[in-house]
């Protein structure tokens, strides 16, 4: 009686974490359109935010822009009795190091950290930026609105920050409004740069940047399209991590890459109508955004954004010309849009900081062998099982899965090692699962005895 009620309550367990998260839904329904309307207006309004424009005004420039989102954070923890620390993170910049940097400043950075429960040095990282341009990036003085670049993304950021703080998670969220990202990436450098000499894990960093047109320079207008850039593998991996990818494969199959997969597979398992789309480049053609500084030391991160531009809404200064409008203005967002993917963004931070952590290290084996085995670090959380997954060795996401219990090693009958890719992920009780941690190894025939 006692085995079959055991059978029973496993089974019942591994049913529930194959159902949806209600929660999950909540928080969809709470992002609020008008509130990051009236943001990307009170952003929008303070004339220009060109990292070098005004940092005394209290209504226009850099600085009234920043001290409004610090005020902003301030509000929400007050409101989830403290439960951001809210705080700037600062580096001089001078005019020796660039030539796109005028005189010298500061770059201050506003940062809100929800810290987790259980893991508060876990960090998942939702960014948007603070700074705008016109067609002149040395013109600190001239209006430069940055309605949707990228007054769009900062205002889904704080959007995401009141939604999420009424929630408690195992894992900590920072919510993260980044300077100088016109100049040259600054503010991510010197926020990853602080990350590294303070020893924070980071889960991932989802850089929100221009998530409001749908109107696109192509004629194309889509409010359900939208692109998640991510780096194939991180430029940090050793010349033997390279070496093994021409024999055991993974070339597709990095730390970022899994990242955009997640938020991929989150989207469509609860916002359907969304159209994700996977970009499997660093960024849009030979360009970069501000989660770069982040991969480049090795931290997992992507770039969310709209799938159709509008060039002429983009670094312009505000003109007509042959009855062409340029320039970053509020009637270029779409707040609905904008809504809808600071939903993908909260969704996606949250599962993630529900999640335990993502197994350590996987191994795997069945060289010229009919099944393929796979062996594993377990996960450091309290954790339900875990979830193996695999897809054909061409495909862009992972098409199959089979979820396994509390153990750290499973043999796959009759999938052959050849024709995959493999990976696996923990899976907590409330059914929420990490990133997929890739094989990086293969199973020495000493470890089997």
């Given at each position: ?17 194959s ?38 005004s ?38 020796a ?27 998942i990282?939702m ?26 993304g ?17 894992n ?24 590294k000499?303070?020893n ?12 409001g047109?749908i ?20 430029p ?38 969304m ?38 809404r ?87 899965s ?26 907590g ?21």
């Amino acid at each position: 009686m006692t085995r079959l009620f055991s059978i029973l309550f496993f089974l019942q367990s591994f049913y529930c974490l194959s159902q949806t998260d209600e929660r999950v839904y909540d928080i969809i329904n709470s992002v609020s359109a008008a509130r990051i309307e009236k943001d990307v207006r009170i952003l929008a309004n303070f004339g220009t935010r060109n990292t070098f424009s005004d940092t005394i005004s209290e209504t226009r420039g850099i600085g009234a822009a920043r001290r409004w989102i610090k005020s902003e954070f301030e509000s929400i923890s007050k409101d989830c009795k403290n439960c951001l620390d809210v705080s700037y993170e600062k580096d001089l910049v001078t005019k020796a190091e660039n030539d796109k940097i005028p005189h010298d400043a500061l770059i201050v950075n506003v940062l809100a950290i929800q810290k987790g429960t259980k893991y508060p040095n876990r960090y998942i990282i939702m960014s948007g930026d603070i700074d705008s341009r016109n067609s002149d990036n040395m013109d600190f003085k001239g209006d430069a609105p940055g309605a949707n670049d990228n007054a769009s993304g900062m205002a889904g950021t704080i959007e995401a920050a009141r939604v999420l703080s009424k929630y408690k998670f195992e894992n900590s969220i920072i919510y993260l409004g980044l300077s100088g990202e016109e100049q040259g990436l600054y503010g991510g450098k010197g926020v990853a740069e602080f990350a590294k000499q303070h020893n924070w894990e980071i889960i991932g960093v989802i850089n929100n940047d221009m998530i409001g047109n749908i109107d696109g320079v192509d004629g194309v207008t889509d409010n359900r399209t939208f692109r998640i850039f991510s780096e194939p593998s991180s430029p940090t991996e050793t010349d033997q991590e390279r070496s093994k990818k021409r024999f055991y494969g993974g070339e597709s199959d990095g730390v970022s890459r899994q990242l955009a997969r997640y938020i991929h597979r989150m989207t469509l398992a609860y916002m359907p109508e969304m159209n994700p789309m996977l970009v499997f480049r660093l960024d849009r053609f030979g360009r970069g955004g501000h989660h770069r500084p982040f991969t480049d030391l090795g931290y997992a991160g992507v770039r969310l954004m709209e799938a159709h531009e509008n060039y002429n809404r983009q670094h312009q200064n505000l003109r007509t010309e042959n009855g062409i409008e340029y320039g970053d203005v509020i009637s270029g967002v779409n707040f609905s849009y904008a809504a809808k993917l600071t939903a993908v963004n909260a969704i996606s931070l949250a599962g993630l900081a529900w999640a335990p952590p993502a197994p350590a290290k996987v191994l795997i084996g069945g060289i010229v062998e009919a099944n393929t085995k796979l062996k594993w670090e377990k996960s450091k959380g309290d954790v339900a099982g875990y979830k193996i997954y695999w897809r054909l060795t061409t495909a862009p996401q992972w098409e199959f899965s089979r979820m396994v219990g509390d153990i750290d090693n499973f043999e796959l009958t009759g999938i052959v090692i050849d024709n995959y890719y493999f990976g696996v992920a923990a899976v907590g009780k409330n059914g929420h699962e990490s990133e997929v941690a890739f094989t990086t190894d293969i199973i020495r025939k000493m470890e089997n005895k």
